[in-house]
C-alpha cells in the first residue's frame, strides 16, 4: 500500500519561504514521477513542478523540487512567495512505467492528503 503523507505548509507573509515535505512509504520514491500539485479556492488542480527540475511558468525561478532517496521523500522549496500562490500543494506520484511527467492530474496514481499555503499580502 502505498501512501504519501504531505506536511509543511503554514502561514507566511508575503516575500517569505516555506519547504513542503512528501514522505512516501510502500514503495521507494525511484519507482515513482513524483510532482507537485496544488489547487486555489474554486479551481482546479494544477501543476507546479515535477520530475528533477520541470516546473510551472508561474513558480519557475523561485520553487525548486528536490528528493532525498535515503529519506524516501520529495521537496518543495518555496521562496518569494506571493498570495496567489496561496492553495492546497499535492504530491503524487506516477508509476515510472505509464510514463514520465504528466501536467494532467488523471495521470497521477497516488496523492497525498494536500497542505495548506496561506500567503498573506
Known amino acids: 500500500q502505498v501512501q504519501l503523507v504531505e506536511s509543511g505548509g503554514g502561514l507566511v507573509q508575503t516575500g517569505g519561504s516555506l519547504r513542503l515535505s512528501c514522505a512516501l512509504s510502500?514503495?521507494?520514491?525511484?519507482?515513482?514521477?513524483m510532482s507537485w500539485f496544488r489547487q486555489a479556492p474554486g479551481k482546479e488542480r494544477v501543476f507546479v513542478a515535477g520530475?528533477?527540475?520541470t516546473y510551472a511558468d508561474s513558480v519557475k525561478g523561485r520553487f525548486t523540487i528536490s528528493r532525498d532517496i535515503a529519506k524516501n521523500t520529495v521537496y518543495l522549496q518555496m521562496n518569494v512567495l506571493k498570495p496567489e500562490d496561496t492553495a492546497v500543494y499535492y504530491c503524487?506520484?506516477?508509476?515510472?512505467?505509464?510514463?514520465?511527467?504528466?501536467?494532467?492530474?488523471?495521470?497521477?496514481?497516488?496523492w497525498g492528503q494536500g497542505t495548506q499555503v496561506i500567503v498573506s499580502a
Open positions: 503524487a506520484a506516477r508509476v515510472y512505467d505509464r510514463g514520465g511527467i504528466s501536467f494532467d492530474s488523471g495521470e497521477y496514481d497516488y
Open positions: 510502500g514503495r521507494t520514491v525511484t519507482n515513482y514521477v
Open positions: 520530475g528533477r527540475t
